[in-house]
Structure formats: structure tokens, C-alpha cells
């Protein structure tokens, strides 16, 4: 089973400030991998896939990159709205698996 | 716009049956092209996905090794909407349980997108006596 390891487990960012979330495969999944985030009480709401493709209505300062094994969600001004939980999951291999999430929290 | 609506009880009895349901709006559960997909989050174990549901020209399912020997998808084309059912529950099942939606084309980039879009609502099942 594919593993996938999100770092850092919580971030602390001040309003404004750059985000930056890794997440890492066991094994090359090359692009196939999407970022979600989820607010209390609601589901995950995807934000990115193929790595690096943002949704319609995503804005633009969520940008993803990466390839393989290593992968970044980066948010370049956070905003109040921001401040969640990301998840990524990989969907090259079978079963589909998700990183364990980062908490992004005010600082 | 795919829309998504859960329906179910939020609690079962142990070794009984968890039944949920997704119904779905703007799509077609006998897509050729989207599967039907069932995840599920708690806190000791994240957010885990269980398996699918879809048709092409036939049904076919893809499970999860962790649940594949006590669950069963369905779909229901009469109603457009798709259910799990999720046998010999123990207190370990307790969950949100999420159903969501894989593969659909995005036409902004002329590509397929394999990740899950849209997501139910959630229904936290209780397993409890």
C-alpha cells in the first residue's frame, strides 16, 4: 500500500504570511496526487490534482508542484478563510491512500 | 454542477449492517466515465477509502483489502444513486463515512481528473449497543 506522509502535523502562520505543506509517496506516483481541505464539520473540498492543476473557483494563491515523491501545497497570503486542515492523496496505485493531514492554525 | 446528498442512520448495533446511500444530482451513477467511490474518517485511522462502484458496459467494484470481506456496493439506476452496506459492524467501524465522486473531464485543460470531486455531505455511523 502506498504510503503518503504529510509534514509538517501543524503549521503555525500568521494572516498574510506563506504556507508552504510537503507531502511525500513511498513510491513514485508521478503527478497523480490532489490536495484537499477540510473545515470543521464539513468534508474535504478538493483544491488541487494532477499535482499542480487547481480547480475552477480555487484562487489562485493555492499553487501545487511536484513530482515522484515529493509534492508542495503552497497558500502565498494566507487568509482568514484559509486556516484548515490539508490533506493529500495519491491515485496512481491501488488502494487510493491520504496523508495524515496538516493543521494550518493561526499563529 | 455534480451535487451529492448522503442518507442513512447515524447508529448501528454491533454485528449488524451499516447501510448508507448517495443519491446523486448532475450526473449519472451508470456514467461510463465517473466511479462512485465510498471513504471513510476517524480519528485512529484518517481519512480511509473504501472502495467503488462503477459501469462500463457492466458493474464492476474495487474494494478496499481492509473491508473487502464484509462490504457490498450497489447501485440503483431507477433512483440515480448508489449505497454501501457494510457488514458485521464492530465499534472500529465508527466514522464519518463520505461518498464522493471520481473521473470526470475538465475542459478548461482538456484532461481527466481521477481525484475525488464532489463529496457528500458526511454521516457519522455510530457503532454502539
Known amino acids: 500500500e502506498m504510503v503518503m506522509t504529510q509534514s509538517p502535523a501543524t503549521l503555525s502562520v500568521s494572516p498574510g504570511e506563506r504556507a508552504t505543506l510537503s507531502c511525500r509517496a513511498s513510491?513514485?506516483?508521478?503527478?497523480?496526487l490532489a490536495w484537499y481541505q477540510q473545515k470543521p464539520g464539513q468534508a474535504p473540498r478538493l483544491l488541487i490534482y494532477?499535482?499542480?492543476t487547481r480547480v475552477t473557483g480555487i484562487p489562485a494563491r493555492f499553487s501545487g508542484s511536484g513530482s515522484g515523491t515529493e509534492f508542495t501545497l503552497t497558500i502565498s497570503s494566507l487568509q482568514s478563510e484559509d486556516f484548515a486542515v490539508y490533506y493529500c492523496?495519491?491515485?496512481?496505485?491501488?488502494?487510493?491512500?491520504f496523508g495524515q493531514g496538516t493543521r494550518v492554525e493561526i499563529k | 454542477q455534480v451535487q451529492l446528498q448522503q442518507s442513512g442512520p447515524g447508529l448501528v448495533k454491533p454485528s449488524q449492517t451499516l447501510s448508507l446511500t448517495c443519491a446523486i444530482s448532475?450526473?449519472?451513477?451508470?456514467?461510463?466515465?465517473?466511479?462512485w467511490n465510498w471513504i471513510r474518517q476517524s480519528p485512529s485511522r484518517g481519512l480511509e477509502w473504501l472502495g467503488r462502484t462503477y459501469y462500463r458496459s457492466e458493474w464492476y467494484n474495487d474494494y478496499a483489502d481492509s473491508v473487502k470481506s464484509r462490504v457490498t456496493f450497489k447501485a440503483d439506476t431507477s433512483k440515480n444513486q448508489f449505497s454501501l452496506h457494510l457488514n458485521s459492524v464492530t465499534p472500529e467501524d465508527t466514522a464519518v463515512y463520505y461518498c464522493?465522486?471520481?473521473?470526470?473531464?475538465?475542459?478548461?485543460?482538456?484532461?481527466?481528473?481521477?481525484?475525488?470531486?464532489?463529496w457528500g455531505q458526511g454521516t457519522l455511523v455510530t457503532v454502539s449497543s
Open positions: 494532477g499535482a499542480s
Open positions: 464522493a465522486r471520481d473521473g470526470s473531464y475538465d475542459n478548461r485543460t482538456n484532461a481527466w481528473n481521477w481525484s475525488l470531486d464532489p
Open positions: 492523496q495519491q491515485y496512481n496505485n491501488w488502494p487510493r491512500t
Open positions: 448532475g450526473d449519472s451513477v451508470s456514467s461510463n466515465s465517473a466511479a
Open positions: 513510491q513514485s506516483i508521478s503527478s497523480h
